[in-house]
Structure formats: structure tokens, C-alpha cells
């Protein structure tokens, strides 16, 4: 740390004030000990540039949190740590402060060494995104990073890529790469720089945007698996809005070569962009020698004999046919795509789901189970409603949408779609619009 620091402690209240202060006293390399209230702090701050900040936050005030909001968007304060002390806020608030920039949080009542710890821990953090800072600035006088976005720079791509690569593989770390791209509905008139934008808000710090092309861009996410990839597609969507959207490509970094990954994520995009708001896992489109060849003529005549939207029960009626249309490397490449489906798309949301309506609804009865034949149901009274998912055994999966009101038929839907499609995202709309109209038949019912 630097020889000498300054914290500013930042309270309506003087006698917790004098508390930390005190407490601060046993610190080392503490220069100066300053405090105000809330409403002097800004008029304050612009005096000096303080190495900490520590805010007290009482009872969910919303001056504090605003006060956090205002020292953010101040470009001399944008990395400046502040520790917040919490008495009797509600995790929403605390959440809400985090996603304005707090580094870290301390609750009441306030224990010696934890809070010495914790502003240690600020001061290093001050001192890291100053060295952070300066060698961003460096990397943009060389043109590695783009000076109006703050992302690295088409020229750097690759050699930045293999990089981040070898540090994930030497640490045996988890990593994500995401080639993002916005769709047709995407405003022609908007730059790369407003999805740049967006892309950032959907991010972590640590997370790194690459320019490939003038409107595609890859996404490296640290310490991130392929569940975790979807979440971050999915907030990207929802930051777009509902008049445009993304599609992209994602593989987990393993062993692969890396002209093999691009030429994956090139072509998981390029599949991605024949539809909206659609992830492909890149890993389906790797080039390897020995790699079997789907049969897709055979595919092409099956699905010419069989209207699938018209017969409910495809699935049933077709399954013996469709596999004998299928050489046995085909069929086992389906099934093992089908398996990360169910690894990062449908048992993420599931639980995604579950989690929301214990949280919020604990006399909801929740059942879910995931497979060739998978199941999400929730039940109250004598209303239930489910989705349940069918695997053919090659591409496709049945799906029924059913509500059940006193053994009667509310809702049901069921429709055959290529599994490959089925992204995060649509499984979650097609989930969260299931459970809504749950709700509004309960709330009709009460």
C-alpha cells in the first residue's frame, strides 16, 4: 500500500463517526481520518481525491445509494473503493449498491479486525485500479485498446485471444469466449458502439470485449462455464429491448486448437443468425479429421415424409425410421449434443424457476427432473401446470405446455422443434410465460 492514505467516512450519525475512527486509529500507513454527512459529501469530494471511502447506509436510504450513483459517474471517482456499512437494509438495497459500485460491504455491528481487514482490503483495490488505469491508457496510445469504447482493438484480436487462453489453460481455469453479433432488426443507423455499450452492461469487470468485425465482437468471460455464458446472452437480450436482438456463438475453452475455436464460433454464428436471439455451442461445429458426418440428405428426406407440426406424436409414431435414416456416429453425436442441451440450457433454467418461486411463493408445490422425457411442474390447490420435454433420440424434442384447473384442460400446446435451437433464452420466456398464466388463473380462482 502507499506510505500514507486517507479514508473519509461518510455518516448522519457522528458517534458511529467516532466509533470507526477509532478503530481506524490501529491502521498502518493512514495518513488522514476525514468525515461528513451525506449531504456534505460531494461538495467534499471535490476538494480531494481520498483513497477509501466508507458509507453508512441505514434502514435502505436512498440518499446513500444515490450518493454512490453521483461518485461513479465522476470520471476522478469512477474507481474509487467504497466499503458500505449496512444497518437493517434489505438485500435489495445491498444488491442495488453493489450494481452501482460498491467493492464491498460490512455489517452492523462493526467488529475491530474485520473492518481493518476490509478497508486494507479497499486500499489495495484503490492502489490496483490506479496501475489498472494507467496501463489501460498505455495499451491505448499503442492502439491495442480502442480509445472512445475502452475494448481491444480488430488488429490485437487474435494475438489478445491467444493470450487469455494460455492464462486460462496454465491456472486450469473455466473460460468462455462468446462471438456476439446484433441481429437483422438491429437499427441500421446505430454505430458499433451503442452494442459495444450494451455488450458491457451485461459483463463482468473482468470480462473483456474483442472487435472481430465492424459489428461482431467476441466476449471473454473468466473463471465462467457454459451455463454461465447463457446468463450473460440472455442479459445482453434484455438490455437490447424487445425491438432488436443478439445471436451468438460460445465454447468453453478446453484443449482445443485455437484456428479451431474461431472457425467454430464463425460457423455457431453463422447458424445462430438464421434465427433471433439465438446461442449455438461452437463445440458441434469443431473440424476434426476423424470427426463422423451427419447423414443430412437422410435428414432432408425424413422431414419431407413426415409433416411434424401437424402430428402431435412424432416422436412415437417416427422413431424407429428416423434412426434407421441415421448412421450410428450421427445418432451418437445427436445424443451427445442433446446432453450439453440439457446441461446448460434446460437444468439451468429449471432451477432458475425453482429457485424464483420457492423464494417467492413457498406454498407452491415445485417438481422437476431432467433427461430424455423431462418434467418441470408447480402445483397449488387444484391448479397445476408443467412443461415436459421429450427426446426423440437424434434432433428433435416434443414439447407440451400443459395447465390443469381441477382435473380440467386449461392450456395445451405441444409442438416438435430441432433441440439445437432451443437456447437459454427461450426456454426461459417459454417457461416464465407457462408459470405466469399459472399465476393469473390462481389469482382469478382466489
Not at 18 to 32: A, E, G, M, P
Not at 136 to 141: C, D, Q, Y
Not at 309 to 314: A, D, H, L
Not at 391 to 399: F, R, S, T
Request: hydrophobic share 40%; charged share 25%.
Amino acid at each position: 500500500m502507499a506510505d500514507a492514505n486517507t479514508v473519509v467516512i461518510v455518516s448522519d450519525r457522528q458517534e458511529l463517526v467516532n466509533q470507526i475512527s477509532q478503530k481506524l486509529v490501529l491502521l498502518r500507513n493512514l495518513d488522514k481520518i476525514k468525515s461528513c454527512s451525506i449531504e456534505e459529501a460531494q461538495n467534499m469530494f471535490d476538494g480531494f481525491s481520498p483513497n477509501v471511502i466508507i458509507l453508512h447506509c441505514d434502514n435502505n436510504n436512498l440518499h446513500a445509494i444515490n450518493l454512490v450513483k453521483k461518485i461513479k459517474k465522476q470520471e476522478l471517482y469512477k474507481n474509487l473503493p467504497i466499503l458500505l456499512i449496512n444497518e437493517n437494509c434489505s438485500r435489495e438495497t445491498i444488491i442495488e449498491a453493489f450494481d452501482n459500485g460498491i467493492s464491498d460491504v460490512l455489517f452492523m455491528p462493526i467488529i475491530d479486525y474485520e473492518l481493518l481487514i476490509r478497508v486494507i482490503w479497499c486500499l489495495q483495490k484503490n492502489e490496483l485500479n490506479l496501475n489498472i488505469e494507467s496501463r489501460m491508457e498505455f495499451l491505448t496510445t499503442l492502439g491495442v485498446v480502442q480509445a472512445e469504447t475502452g475494448v481491444y482493438t480488430q488488429k490485437y484480436c487474435d494475438d489478445f485471444l491467444k493470450n487469455e487462453i494460455n492464462q486460462t489453460r496454465k491456472y486450469q481455469q473455466r473460460a468462455c469466449i462468446l462471438l456476439v453479433a446484433p441481429d437483422k432488426k438491429y437499427p441500421q443507423y446505430k454505430n458499433p458502439k451503442e452494442f459495444i455499450s450494451i455488450i458491457k452492461k451485461s459483463i463482468r469487470l473482468n470480462d473483456s470485449i474483442i472487435i472481430k468485425d465492424i459489428d461482431q465482437f467476441y466476449v471473454y468471460l473468466h473463471k465462467t462455464k457454459l451455463n454461465g455464458a447463457y446468463s450473460v446472452f440472455e442479459r445482453i437480450n434484455n438490455n437490447l429491448g424487445i425491438d432488436s436482438g443478439a445471436n451468438a456463438g460460445v465454447v468453453e475453452i478446453l484443449e482445443q486448437k485455437f484456428e479451431d475455436i474461431k472457425e467454430a464460433l464463425e460457423a455457431a454464428l453463422e447458424k445462430a443468425s438464421e434465427n433471433t436471439n439465438s446461442l449455438i455451442v461452437a463445440s458441434d461445429f469443431y473440424a476434426e479429421e476423424n470427426k463422423p458426418i451427419m447423414n443430412f440428405e437422410a435428414k432432408r428426406n425424413l422431414l419431407n415424409s413426415n409433416n411434424t407440426q401437424s402430428n402431435p406424436e412424432p416422436i412415437q409414431n417416427n422413431k424407429n425410421e428416423a434412426q434407421n435414416a441415421f448412421d450410428k456416429n450421427s445418432i451418437k453425436l445427436f445424443n451427445q449434443a442433446y446432453q450439453r442441451k440439457l446441461k446448460v440450457v434446460i437444468d439451468p433454467v429449471f432451477k432458475k424457476y425453482e429457485n424464483i418461486l420457492k423464494i417467492k411463493r413457498q406454498d407452491f408445490a415445485i417438481n422437476s427432473y431432467t433427461g430424455n422425457k423431462s418434467l418441470f411442474s408447480v402445483s397449488s390447490g387444484d391448479v397445476c401446470a408443467s412443461i415436459a420435454i421429450e427426446y426423440d433420440g437424434i434432433e428433435h424434442a416434443l414439447i407440451r405446455l400443459t395447465i390443469m384447473d381441477n382435473e380440467q384442460k386449461r392450456l395445451f400446446e405441444t409442438e416438435t422443434i430441432d433441440f439445437t435451437i432451443l437456447d437459454y433464452r427461450k426456454m426461459s420466456l417459454m417457461l416464465g410465460e407457462l408459470i405466469d398464466k399459472f399465476i393469473i388463473i390462481l389469482k382469478k380462482k382466489a
